[in-house]
């Protein structure tokens, strides 16, 4: 088989990231299982209070032909919770005994930090190694650097139930492909296009030179969660590797301060390349004079020695790809467009 095309991202546009995939695919000439796929809906964080979209979301994996499976306590709720510490541990629990091909979040918010001692971390890296991927967003990065951090093992970054397939009208073509690749075995990486930005003032040098990082393993995910992690035994000790952030509702000195934090923590000068993902619904004040979210950009690149990137799909957006959490990885820049491979992942 030859290797199948890359999502290809393009120029941002007004509602959003415009996408290019190759669907043409011959399945004929393939050795992957294109087949119904047993998915497990569990909730580890937040209530889930849109019960409208996670009935939609679960309706359109069924419509997939997929064998959706709900945890008992999917819709439990205690406080802000899904149920409290015990009902969410025991979901997790029984996620990872399910075996199922994929084990998908209902939604993020809070709550996977305050329960991450309690996870039975071996029995979770046995259901990977069995075959589940335990896929999730926001949140759930506490629970997949603990299980890097733990056991090594890799989980994905990519969709909720709710927030991404329970969506009104058509969940984003990008997300679903992505999230087909996964199903199907054949994700091999991504790429997309950087934001355009001014060459540096001092050096006229473009502001990410061309670059090829090779083996390095990626990890990141929510900004906040994951320095809310630095000191702890669930912060993963990550050498040479490929770090991405996203966030949601931060203002940009706020993105600063959390950067600052795994600066001082000697965090980022142990990093290949840190990649920028998408950073959503903040408002600049009248106080930050013309501080914005690419002066955190700019002075970030003044402070590490590694490449930073921008413009990754991936974050609280419509278009997010799948990026496998404690994989080998290669990337390489060319100009403004990015790529990561990790080969095929089974």
Partial sequence: MGR???????EQTPSGLSALHDHHHDHSQCDHDHGPKHIYIYSPSSAVRDKAAFKRGIARLKAQGHEVEV?????????????????????????????ADVALISRGGYGLTRILPGIRYKAVAKAIEKGTHFVGVSDFTAFQLAVLAKTGATTWAGPSLGADFGVEGEPDDIMEACFDDLLTGHGEGTGWRMHK???HPATDKPAVPNVYVKSATLWGGNLA???SLVGTPYF????????FVEDVHEHPYRIERMLTQLLHAGVLAQQKAVV????????????????????V??????????????NLPFGHVETKVLLPVGATV???????DALIYWGHQH
């Fill in 71 to 99: 945890d008992v306590d999917a819709l439990a709720t205690h406080t802000r919770f899904a149920g409290d510490d015990a009902t969410r541990l025991a979901a997790i629990h029984r996620a990872a005994a399910s075996g």
């Fill in 197 to 199: 930005e001014k060459p």
């Fill in 225 to 227: 969660v994951l320095a």
């Fill in 4 to 10: 199948r095309a890359f999502p290809l991202f393009t």
């Fill in 330 to 336: 290669s990337l390489s820049v060319e100009e403004r």
């Fill in 276 to 295: 920028l993902g998408q950073f959503t619904n903040f408002k600049l004040a009248p106080h930050d004079k013309g501080y914005k979210l690419q002066s």
């Fill in 236 to 243: 993963p000790q990550v050498k040479g590797g490929v770090l």
């Fill in 297 to 310: 950009v700019d002075w970030l690149r003044t402070q590490i020695k590694a490449p930073v990137l921008t």
